[in-house]
């Protein structure tokens, strides 16, 4: 089982990565899931996801793909979309996958990636702050 603490750590990177290990077999948590940074211009990642959640390129809402507000399924929701599509893989990687705001089973971090430590240089956003402007009250 490994154990990621999301603390600081650049999105897009780490979940290719846990993507690749769900494929392969291995059982993944990650934590602080709220701290993970999505890097780039933060008004342009809020439109993103904006329009994503509140559906106006889809067609009726009832059609439509559902988007969370809540971090650690936002999170989830993303990981999923990097796994093959229609095929038991998917299915199989999705139920090895844990995702937690925060560290609720005090969990200690037993794997570091490489490639996804953030420097905090560049423009970013963290997932909490974009989940608050989608409309998370938590």
């Known amino acids: 089982m490994l154990v990621i603490d999301g603390t600081n750590m650049i999105f897009g990177r780490m979940a290719s990565q846990i993507?690749?290990?769900?494929?392969?077999?291995?059982?993944?948590?990650?934590?602080n899931a709220e701290k993970l940074v999505i890097v780039g211009n933060p008004t342009q990642i809020f439109d993103r996801y904006r329009i994503k959640r509140t559906l106006q390129h889809k067609g009726t809402p009832e059609n439509s793909p559902k988007w969370p507000k809540l971090p650690h399924?936002?999170?989830?929701?993303?990981?999923?979309?990097?796994?093959?599509?229609?095929?038991?893989?998917?299915?199989?990687?999705?139920?090895?996958?844990?995702?937690?705001?925060?560290?609720?089973?005090?969990?200690?971090?037993?794997?570091?990636?490489?490639?996804?430590?953030?420097?905090?240089?560049?423009?970013?956003?963290?997932?909490?702050?974009?989940?608050?402007?989608?409309?998370?009250?938590?």
């Open 73 to 138: 399924l936002l999170v989830k929701r993303m990981i999923r979309g990097m796994l093959p599509k229609r095929t038991s893989r998917k299915k199989d990687a999705l139920t090895k996958l844990r995702v937690y705001s925060g560290n609720p089973k005090n969990l200690e971090q037993n794997t570091t990636l490489e490639g996804v430590s953030f420097d905090g240089i560049s423009k970013h956003i963290n997932i909490y702050d974009l989940c608050i402007k989608i409309g998370y009250s938590g």
């Open 19 to 31: 993507a690749k290990k769900l494929i392969n077999g291995e059982e993944v948590h990650i934590i």
